[in-house]
């Protein structure tokens, strides 16, 4: 009963280092997406993805890169870490076409921290 | 763009006692979700609404949806200490699934 797996739980980097947030997803969903949480603020999409091989962004893509090689997976990679994307990073996947008015299902989150 | 605006954004209140936590959005929106958050945790699906005069109820709480009014209200009945958490309604915008959220109301109930 895995639903969406985030790795790892916790990080800390230092500014300019690259890292990669994994998200799996063993619903056979076709649509996920990335969304970060800061603090006394709502969730807002970094980038999303309805397939394998399509990606797109969302409102604050930038700094973030997505690829999408298999339904299950869905890796957030940062480039070079800045104090700025210190957040909470969630993963989320949902079905798509006829199913999309399904809610869209929340992993356990990243804590990031950029020193 | 769709803009999603929650309020009160947090709200202390005693156990037994009613509230409603209010959700306006800007443009027309497909679908309207509550969301649960308790602290350190993800989110909890609660209620999606579909249509205009949805009303889901589950428990303590129910949902409304007005779209004419772009007003989703989330309605606490009776509060007990284990619906303190943070709510978050969230609308999506007609590209898709792609969803905006509100900024959360932080529910605190006392005994």
């Known amino acids: 009963n895995a639903g969406v797996t985030q790795t790892p739980k916790f990080q800390v980097l230092k500014t300019g280092q690259s890292m990669t947030l994994q998200c799996a997803q063993d619903?056979?969903?076709?649509?996920m997406s990335w969304y970060r949480q800061d603090p006394g603020m709502g969730l807002r999409l970094i980038h999303y993805s309805v397939g394998a091989g399509i990606t797109d962004q969302g409102e604050v893509p930038n700094g973030y890169n997505v690829s999408r090689s298999t339904t299950e997976d869905f890796p957030l990679r940062l480039l070079s870490a800045a104090p700025s994307q210190t957040s909470v990073y969630f993963c989320?996947?949902?079905?798509w076409g006829q199913g999309r008015n399904q809610p869209q299902h929340f992993g356990d989150g990243t804590r990031l921290s950029i020193l | 763009e769709l803009k999603v605006e929650q309020n009160p954004l947090f709200l202390s209140m005693q156990e037994g006692k009613n509230y409603t936590i209010y959700c306006n959005y800007s443009?027309?929106?497909?679908?309207l979700y509550w969301y649960r958050q308790d602290p350190g945790k993800s989110l909890e699906s609660l209620f999606v609404?579909?249509?205009?005069?949805a009303v889901k109820q589950e428990g303590r709480l129910m949902a409304s949806l007005d779209t004419k009014a772009r007003l989703s209200t989330l309605h606490i009945t009776a509060a007990v200490h284990d619906l303190s958490a943070t709510y978050f309604c969230?609308?999506?915008?007609?590209?898709?699934?792609?969803?905006?959220f509100g900024g959360g109301t932080r529910l605190m109930v006392k005994p």
């Open positions: 969230a609308g999506n915008n007609n590209a898709g699934n792609m969803l905006t």
């Open positions: 609404l579909l249509s205009n005069g």
């Open positions: 989320a996947s949902s079905s």
């Open positions: 443009t027309t929106s497909d679908r």
């Open positions: 619903m056979n969903h076709e649509y």
